[in-house]
Structure formats: structure tokens, C-alpha cells
Nanobody, 120 residues
Framework: QVQLVESGGGLVQPGGSLRLSCTAS????????MGWYRQAPGKQRELVAA???????NYADSVKGRFTISRDYAKNTVYLQMNSLKPEDTAVYYC??????????????WGQGTQVTVSS
């Protein structure tokens, strides 16, 4: 059994900042990729940023230069630092983790989602 617990969402004014956190716990052998997706009302879920086990990161073009993804290997935690937020960043943000729960079996897991609202 694996759980992902997210935190850090909320309401912020345009130009403001938020930091999201997602911690994985349970039967974890090792963690591969950790990432963040978002889904705005009426839109498809999209990748925001992801970071590999080797700390290689990639970002959606819409957030490059504003968002930074990082991870704490000891805490099984991934962070998303969001700066210069825009109203179009408003969405539910979901943590997504690919991990091995045994030596050879891996699976993707989703967090419960956290709302980010950017509005004046």
C-alpha cells in the first residue's frame, strides 16, 4: 500500500508564490520519476513538471522560468515552487509518482489533488 499526501495549495494573488509538497509513504522499494500535473475546469490534465531519480527535470513551456521542481530523496518528497503565478495557473494540482513496490514491480500513483487559485 502506497499513499501520496499533498499540501501547499491555496489562494494567491497574481505575481505571488506558492510551494506544493507531496510525500510518498508505505511499501516503497525505490522511487523513479516524481511529477506534478494540473487540471483546470473543462480542460485535460497536463504535465507541469517532472524530476527523475537522477534529478533531471523537465517543464511545460508555460511554466518554464517560473516553476521549479525538486525532491528530497530521504523524505520521499517532491516539491513544486511556483513563482510569478498567473490566473491561468489556476487548477487542481496532482502529484504523480512512479515507484517500485518490489525489486521488479513498478506502478504509477496519484495524489488526491490540491487546489491552486490565482486571483485578485
Amino acid at each position: 500500500q502506497v499513499q501520496l499526501v499533498e499540501s501547499g495549495g491555496g489562494l494567491v494573488q497574481p505575481g505571488g508564490s506558492l510551494r506544493l509538497s507531496c510525500t510518498a509513504s508505505g511499501s516503497i522499494f525505490s522511487i523513479n520519476v516524481m511529477g506534478w500535473y494540473r487540471q483546470a475546469p473543462g480542460k485535460q490534465r497536463e504535465l507541469v513538471a517532472a524530476i527523475s531519480s537522477g534529478s533531471s527535470a523537465n517543464y511545460a513551456d508555460s511554466v518554464k522560468g517560473r516553476f521549479t521542481i525538486s525532491r528530497d530523496y530521504a523524505k520521499n518528497t517532491v516539491y513544486l515552487q511556483m513563482n510569478s503565478l498567473k490566473p491561468e495557473d489556476t487548477a487542481v494540482y496532482y502529484c504523480n509518482v512512479n515507484l517500485y513496490y518490489s525489486g521488479s514491480d513498478s506502478k504509477y500513483y496519484w495524489g488526491q489533488g490540491t487546489q491552486v487559485t490565482v486571483s485578485s
